[in-house]
């Protein structure tokens, strides 16, 4: 069975400082892992994703993730975020593309001025 | 982009009463939709994968005869929340991938449910 962790329920952050977001997962198969953000009562909005190829993955926004197979982790990051940036973020995984998606329980990034 | 709606955006209904919530794709196929129930500040949790032309594939620990899914088309599934109670309350949001190697999903803007 797939399963994911974020390791932090909050983050409280500063305008423009740096910011990483951690995830790690546990999978028996392949995997294909997923940044996801949520701003209030909205939907989900892709942020990047991990398929296959470079272990480096740039996103939208100035996100990017690197997956660590050694590790199991696929940590978010950004040199400097913005207030904008204030949301909800989740690390999905999925054993297929496009199949079903297993979440972590949310990390809540809160930009301070 | 390809996008997903869903309907209603939010409903109120009394407690025994069922509620039906609309998913659907509005510009690509999807034979394979997926739903989820968020309650506040908690993460999304898989219910169920809709099959068009075929039954819904449940999560373990859900009821399917209280969570009803019908996947009409290649463009709609339908959740129906039947004789909901006051702790059916939620956000329920679907998803439908892009059927690319993109292995993009989409997601719809979810149905927040409240039962009275």
């Known amino acids: 069975a797939q399963s994911v962790t974020q390791l932090d329920s909050q983050v409280p952050v500063f305008e423009e400082a740096p910011v990483e977001l951690r995830c790690n997962y546990s999978s028996s198969v392949s995997v294909y892992l997923f940044w996801y953000v949520q701003y209030p009562n909205q939907g989900l909005q892709l942020l990047l994703k991990?398929?296959?190829?470079?272990?480096l993955v740039k996103g939208i926004n100035g996100f990017e993730a690197e997956f660590n197979k050694s590790q199991t982790s696929f940590h978010l990051r950004k040199p400097s975020v913005h207030i904008s940036d204030t949301a909800e973020y989740f690390c999905a995984v999925s054993d297929n593309q496009g199949g079903k998606l297993i979440f972590g329980q949310g990390t809540e990034l809160s930009v301070k001025p | 982009g390809a996008v997903v709606s869903q309907h209603p955006s939010w409903v109120i209904c009394k407690s025994g009463t069922s509620v039906k919530i609309e998913c659907r794709s509005l510009d690509f196929q999807a034979t394979t939709m997926f739903w989820y129930r968020q309650f506040p500040k908690q993460s999304l949790m898989l219910m169920a994968t809709?099959?068009?032309?075929?039954?819904?594939?449940?999560e373990q620990g859900v009821e399917k005869d209280k969570f009803l899914i019908n996947h009409a088309s290649l463009t709609l599934s339908t959740l129906t929340v039947t004789s909901a109670h006051p702790e059916d309350s939620s956000f329920y949001i679907c998803?439908?991938?892009?059927?690319?190697?993109?292995?993009?999903?989409?997601f719809g803007p979810g149905t927040r449910l409240t039962v009275l």
């Open positions: 998803s439908a991938p892009s059927g690319t190697a993109s292995g993009t999903q989409y």
């Open positions: 991990y398929l296959s190829g470079s272990t």
């Open positions: 809709s099959n068009e032309g075929s039954k819904a594939t449940y």
